[in-house]
């Protein structure tokens, strides 16, 4: 089974930035697109970015798009999401999963992780 563990979330205010960081283990990481979720309370789950096997294909959610930066090091099995000019609205908790480069929804229905919580105060 795949197993995956987020963290470096936070509290921050707004305009500043924080780098998630995601391990991966129970699949050959390098063979797939893996990418970042988002859900706040009330609200429901979000694709936030997803990046292909070898960083070539990306998606961002409009909302993100300019701010955030995803990155992957294949040989770490771990995927990094740089956010930067954070804004109250992206206060959620952050989720790993295998994702579709071409709309960065959910690829296959493995279990998700804990989670890493990013608070962005006004």
């Known amino acids: 089974q795949v197993q995956v563990v987020e963290s470096g979330g936070g509290l921050i205010q707004a305009g500043g930035s924080l780098r998630l960081s995601c391990t991966v283990s129970?699949?050959?990481?390098?063979?797939?697109?893996m990418g970042w979720f988002r859900q706040a309370p009330g609200k429901e789950r979000e694709a936030v970015s997803c990046?292909?096997?070898?960083?070539?294909?990306?998606y961002y959610a409009d909302s993100v798009k300019g701010r955030f930066t995803i990155s992957r090091d294949n040989a770490k099995s771990t995927l990094f999401l740089q956010m930067n000019s954070l804004k109250p609205e992206d206060t959620a908790k952050y989720y790993c999963?295998?994702?579709?480069?071409?709309?960065?929804?959910?690829?296959?229905?493995?279990?998700w992780g804990q989670g890493t919580q990013v608070t962005v105060s006004s």
């Open positions: 999963h295998q994702c579709r480069t071409s709309t960065g929804q959910i690829y296959d229905n493995h279990d």
């Open positions: 990046i292909g096997w070898n960083g070539a294909s990306t």
């Open positions: 129970g699949l050959t990481f390098d063979t797939h697109a």
